[in-house]
């Protein structure tokens, strides 16, 4: 019997890089077999060598969650799943009066869709106790320049909480996570001085590292923490709760 039989196995997509590979080594570190899901296989099957160099269990596979086929084979070829994390996604800052309906198409296709089709191929085989934590965002709150994204990651929240309901009887948990200002590839997106702007308004005074969230991907993957449902947390360094000064 492999390792991979006897132990947990948990999926992570978009875990190339950024907070997806930051989960994926904290889920390995705390004892699952990590499956690493991304659109660039190369990236990811990188990533996952690294890892298997320090010792630890993991596979990688290179997937486009908007493939709806592709999705339900490499979930169904899983020997067994425990806890599944939707991270992957897409971000970019575009002013509202230059917005189009295919921007918002095209986040909703990554960022959301495919939180819903991977969702639905893991639940169908997760032994009671599974879990699926979904990467939302704090800018579903409300954030300039980003509607699109923002529309589709207020959709992982809606989402979240209603598969929590449908899921509560086969005792799957379902959490979302909504990070603020993570320092990843995805800030490319803002130029220089916008990000030295977010770093300055954030309350606890640095931006947040990857690690930050994968500490709270590890805490709602526990088995300790099976009473939590339904629930978006918010893992920004305070910027939610207000900027400073001011009134
Ligand atoms: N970094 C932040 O400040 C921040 C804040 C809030 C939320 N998030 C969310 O966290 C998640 C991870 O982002 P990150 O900051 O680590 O960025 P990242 O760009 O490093 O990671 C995103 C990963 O998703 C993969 N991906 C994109 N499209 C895909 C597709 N169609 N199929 C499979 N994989 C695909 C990318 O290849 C990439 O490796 C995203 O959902 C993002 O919206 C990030």
Known sequence: MTSEQTMPVAV???AAGGIGLASATRLAEDGFHVW?????????????????????SVSSAGIDL??????????????????????AGIFDVIEFDDLTAADLRRMTEVNYIPVFTVS?????????????????????LGARSIAHYAGSKA???????????????????????????????????????ARVALAARQPIGRLGQPEDIAAVVGFLADPRTGFITGQTLIVDGGASVGTLGGA
Do not use: Y
């Open 12 to 14: 992570v997509t978009g």
């Open 36 to 56: 690493m899901f991304d659109l660039s296989a190369e990236r990811v099957n990188a990533a996952a060598a690294a890892l298997i160099e320090r010792g630890l």
């Open 66 to 87: 908007r493939d709806e086929a592709a999705v339900k084979e490499a979930i169904k070829a899983l020997p067994r799943l425990d806890v599944l994390v939707n991270n």
């Open 120 to 140: 639905q191929a893991a639940a169908r085989r997760m032994p009671e106790d599974g879990r699926i934590i979904n990467i939302a965002s704090r800018s579903w």
């Open 155 to 193: 959709a992982v929240v809606g989402l979240t909480r209603a598969m929590a309901l449908d899921l509560a009887p086969k005792r799957i948990l379902v959490n979302a996570i909504a990070p603020g200002v993570i320092e990843t590839a995805i800030l490319d997106a803002w130029d220089e001085d």
